[in-house]
């Protein structure tokens, strides 16, 4: 594997998807972690950092520690820093460099930049440059503003670049990456079916004849962990899905249909009225979420409890759940988020097969495992589903209501094929009612939302152009077909300072 020091730039993670796309095993570690012993280790990369080499609370390591042991590539901090510790001069940039910038030579000899075209164009973003290279560097690239933009410390198999060849504007950034990874001699040594058939084994091996459960939500997470999981020990899992009436349309029913179809052992709970009757005049966001969360888990734990023998909790985490990462303020976060605090009530051990993985490689094993096309690509959904949707108080009404609505928005979607292009869509269901007028008659009755985002990473995200014929089609039908709605508003925000959901 790939290791890559994390020294706090925002970009870091970027880095690690980057290898992973070219199908390498890589981990990302706080700068201050190394692992005492790199067995296994077959390179590894300094991330750039928030920081200037020269700032009093800039996040350090002794880098001779590591030089010349390992193919090494140090990413600008990281390329700053090897200067720096080697006696070259690390100085403020006369103008901040920031933006797209081109090669204007690059030599191509160099096994990093093999591949790379002379004018390449690549991203920079740093207040420092690199103005002397320390005895014994060798410059291998340049552009007009930044003379030392790569490096080589020849006989030593160590690199540094003052640009970022894993952001998308460096065009040729991915072979930079795919270089490296080919001079730690490990490239292509990861794919979904290399995969599965690892953590199988591994799988078996650690629960052997033990018996699992693991709660099912219809989202790629838990759907790919069961799969998986079933794979390994077959019926000794159970899973356990938990309606809690707040589902879209239908949604409960065409899950467990599938779920059938994968040949899981599912357990179908609905408890919808557990829920009504628990959330019946309760407005507060904050509190919706905390009554549903707990109500999921009283729930869940209660079917536990009629099983027998169950020794471990199969959980859906991914990897960017528990990635440490580093912060300016120099502490590591680890945002570890479990189903609703489960596991603390439940004193099982945990079992979480996909925690090493990206979103989008858990896509690629659920297709490798043959799941179906739209199980997999299905837009994420909250916890708490239609519950925080629903504006206000929630009734059985109100979810028919919304239900319907978001039913007619999502299937013209997949019919028009824009589903597909969107991160997530959803219909709200606002609590005001306005006056509106059907054959001779005034109306007085709710408004629905229209919701659709584009994302990466639901960090951030931009409000989708949807066409506007579309948009008129879909209120059309909303304003004809459900009973309790005459009015139709498309959301025009982006996150931030908005965000996704509207509560
Ligand atoms: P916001 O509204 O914060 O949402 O922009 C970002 C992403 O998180 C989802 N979301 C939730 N998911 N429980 C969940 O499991 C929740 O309470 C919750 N609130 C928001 C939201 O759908 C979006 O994908």
Redesign the pocket.
């Known amino acids: 594997k790939i290791l890559i020091l994390d020294f706090g730039s925002q970009t870091t993670q970027l880095i690690g998807r980057r290898i992973r796309d070219l199908n390498t095993y890589c981990e990302i570690v706080p700068y201050n972690k190394l692992p005492q012993s790199l067995e296994g280790v077959k390179g590894i990369i300094l991330s750039g950092s928030p920081y200037s080499v020269y700032d009093e609370k800039a996040f350090k390591i002794d880098i001779s520690a590591i030089r010349g042991k390992l193919p090494l590539l140090g990413i600008c901090y990281g390329a700053q820093s090897l200067v720096h510790q080697a006696g070259g001069k690390v100085e403020p940039a006369e103008s901040r460099e920031y933006g797209r910038a081109a090669l204007h030579s690059c030599d191509s000899q160099d096994p990093l930049m093999k591949g790379i075209d002379q004018h390449s164009v690549v991203w920079m973003s740093h207040g420092d440059t690199i103005t002397k290279l320390p005895e014994g560097f060798e410059v291998i690239a340049s552009t007009e503003d930044v003379p030392n933009a790569a490096f080589r410390i020849p006989n030593e198999q160590t690199w540094g670049v003052q640009f970022h060849p894993e952001a998308h504007h460096s065009e040729q950034g991915k072979i930079l990456l795919g270089n490296f990874i080919d001079i730690c001699g490990i490239r292509g040594n990861w794919s979904p079916k290399s995969f599965i058939e690892q953590t199988v084994k591994e799988l078996k091996n650690q629960l052997g004849n033990d018996k699992v459960i693991l709660a099912l939500s219809g989202g790629v997470d838990s759907s790919v962990s069961a799969v998986l999981l079933s794979r390994a020990i077959g019926n000794n899992l159970t899973c356990i899905f938990v309606d809690h009436g707040l589902l879209r349309k239908n949604e409960a029913k065409k899950v467990l249909e599938d779920y059938e179809h994968l040949g899981l052992n599912v357990i179908g709970v609905d408890a919808s009225e557990k829920f009504y009757r628990e959330l019946q005049g309760v407005t507060d966001p904050e509190q919706k979420?905390k009554i549903i969360g707990k109500g999921f888990i009283d729930v869940f734990d209660e079917e536990a409890k009629k099983l027998k023998d169950i020794k471990w909790l199969g959980q859906g985490t991914i990897y960017p759940d528990i990635i440490e990462s580093v912060n300016i303020t120099g502490m590591v976060i680890k945002s570890h988020h479990n189903v609703g605090g489960l596991p603390e009530k439940m004193n099982l051990k945990l079992v979480e097969p996909l925690k090493t993985l990206f979103k989008d490689e858990v896509r690629r094993v659920g297709l490798e495992l043959g799941m179906m096309p739209h199980l997999i690509h299905r837009h994420?959904?909250?916890?708490?589903g239609l519950g925080?949707r629903i504006l206000g108080d929630i009734t059985p009404e109100k979810v028919r209501i919304l239900q319907d609505a978001d039913d007619i928005y999502m299937s013209m979607m997949r019919e028009e094929g824009l589903y597909d292009k969107v991160w997530?869509a959803g219909a709200i269901l606002l609590p005001i009612k306005s006056v509106g007028v059907m054959g001779d008659e005034r109306t007085y009755e709710y408004t629905i939302a229209l919701r659709a985002v584009n994302s990466v990473d639901?960090m951030s995200?931009d409000w989708t152009r949807l066409p506007y014929e579309f948009l008129a089609k879909v209120s059309n039908e909303i304003i004809n077909k459900v009973r309790g709605v005459n009015r139709c508003v498309y959301d025009i925000s982006s996150?931030p300072p908005s965000?996704?959901?509207w509560e």
């Open positions: 979420r994420p959904f909250p916890g708490p925080i997530q639901a995200a996150k965000t996704i959901e």
